[in-house]
Structures are given as structure tokens and as C-alpha cells.
């Protein structure tokens, strides 16, 4: 099979490193005009600098805080305004969050998880979809196996994603008839900077952790952000024409697990 993106103008939120920097990577070489979103300026420079070289296409960088309307809305404005058009969407920007008990969950990270994980993706997939119909293109959010795996440690950001994948399969209902597909990919262990930055230890202790967490994966290896790309590149492509409303799991079977082992057991 192949793909073909020459022409299309995809938009990845979270491009400025692990899954989306991967997605932004794939798509460039697949011939895509990137739009391209994150924080840190300096990540999403270069990120974009090696989507350039992929095809000789200038990605769009824009700098924005997705937790925030004035960053959504900046975001939809300054891509349609340079593109013209959209025809994906891959709302892959998140934070993510750990909290070992209930009683113990500081309220600003459940505001923080629900207002980027959540609120974000709903603000700007509301502004983006009438582009979105006007070319029959299609969204995919990008999830995680703690929104449909019950799991002690995986508050509040289990219930964000959880609240997408719902958002997922609402928003699919609504624009099937307009042409407009709508997916959820959910990665399982992947190596990023996500976990690294939630656990909160140093590089040794990471690596260690890293070790245990790999063994609950029945397939014995975590995913890297490519396995992912792979995934959402797959969706998003004619190949998939009649896909909407799914939620396909990369996590190479870890979602049978008990994720509890993974986040709680070795993590202190
Ligand atoms: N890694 C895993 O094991 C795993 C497992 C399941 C699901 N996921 C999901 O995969 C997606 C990507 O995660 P990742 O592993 O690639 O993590 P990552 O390397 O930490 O990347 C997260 C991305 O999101 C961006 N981001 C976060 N908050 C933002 C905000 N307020 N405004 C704009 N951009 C923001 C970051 O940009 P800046 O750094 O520039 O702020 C970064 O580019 C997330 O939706 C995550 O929930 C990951």
C-alpha cells in the first residue's frame, strides 16, 4: 500500500517532540503541507527544519499553549489563513498526570489535564471542522490504553482520555454525513518524554522503571513514537475511507494487562 499526502494540508498539535514530532515526520515524508503546533520554539524549529528536508515542503510553525482559547484560536486563524484549507487534524497535544490515590489529587492538575487533554482538542476541532467538511478530511485524537483500562494510578488523566474517546465517537456520528471522519489512536508504553516527565526521576531511575514496565507488555517491547505515526498515517488515508468512530489501540497487548503494575507497583 501506499500513501500519498502530497497536497494535503495536515495539522499535529504536540509536533514539538515523541508522537507528534514522529506523525510531523511521517506525513513530510509522505509529501504533506504541515502545520505544526507545540510550546517549546525551539523543539518545534527544529522539528519542522527536519520536516523541510523530508520533501523540500516549509512546515508552518506556531508557538502556542493549547491550554488556552487564545493559543486554540491562533492555532485554526494562522493555518487556514496560510493553508487555506485542512484535510487532517491530529489533536495529539496532552499532558499527562499520575496520582497514586484518589484523596490525594492536587485540583490544579485535574483542571490542567481536563483544560489541554480535553477542553483543547473540543475548542479546536469545534473551529476547525467546517474546513474540515468543506474538503471531506478527516481528525484523528490521539488517546491512550488509561482511557478504557481501569487502573489504580491513572487519575484523573485516564478520565480526560476517556472523555475523548467519547468525543471521538460523538463528533464521528455528527460529521459522517458530511463526509468527515473522525478516529481515535490509543498507544500503549511508548518512549517519549511523557512518562519520563511524569514520574518525575532521574535518568537512571527512568531507565530502571523502563525495564519492569516493558515486561508487562505481552508483546515484550514498548511502542516508539513511529509505531504510532505509522498508525495515524494508516487512518488518515484513503486506505481507511469508511473507518470513522474507532478507537484502535498500538500497545502491543499491554491493554490486558493490569496497568497498575506498570504505573503504581514500580513507581515510588
Ligand atoms: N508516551 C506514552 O507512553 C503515551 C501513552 C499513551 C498515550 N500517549 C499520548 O500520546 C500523545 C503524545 O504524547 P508523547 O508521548 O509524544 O509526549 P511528549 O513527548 O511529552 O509530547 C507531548 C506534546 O504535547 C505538547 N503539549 C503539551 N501541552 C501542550 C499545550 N498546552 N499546548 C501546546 N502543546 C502542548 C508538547 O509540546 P511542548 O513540549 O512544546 O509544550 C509536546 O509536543 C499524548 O496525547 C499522550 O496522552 C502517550
Known sequence: MDYDFSNKVVLVTGASSGIGESTALLF?????KLSLVGRNEA???????????????KPLAIVADL???????????????????????????????????????DMKIFDDVFR??????YLLTKLLAPALIE?????????????????????PYGM????????????????????????TVSPGLTITNFLKNIIHCSDDEYKQWL????????????CVGEDIARMIVHIASEHSRL??????EVDGGLRFNNLSNTLVTHVK
Open 28 to 32: 513530510a515524508k509522505l509529501g504533506a
Open 243 to 248: 473507518v470513522t468512530g474507532t478507537n484502535v
Open 211 to 222: 525495564d519492569i514496565a516493558k515486561k508487562n507488555v505481552p508483546m515484550g517491547d514498548p
Open 67 to 105: 491550554g488556552t482559547d487564545e493559543g486554540i484560536q491562533k492555532t485554526a486563524k494562522e493555518t487556514l489563513a496560510h493553508f487555506k484549507r485542512l484535510d487532517v487534524l491530529v489533536n495529539n497535544a496532552a499532558i499527562g498526570a499520575r496520582t497514586s490515590i484518589l484523596h490525594e489529587t
Open 135 to 155: 474538503t471531506k478530511g478527516n481528525i484523528i485524537n490521539v488517546s491512550s490504553i488509561a482511557g478504557t483500562v481501569v487502573a489504580v494510578g491513572s487519575l
Open 116 to 121: 489541554i487533554d480535553v477542553r483543547g482538542v
Open 160 to 183: 480526560a482520555k476517556a472523555a475523548l474517546d467519547h468525543f471521538t465517537r460523538l463528533v464521528s456520528l455528527e460529521l459522517a454525513p458530511k463526509g468527515v471522519r473522525v478516529n
Open 43 to 57: 523543539n518545534l524549529r527544529a522539528v519542522a527544519a527536519e520536516c523541510e528536508k523530508q520533501k523540500g515542503v
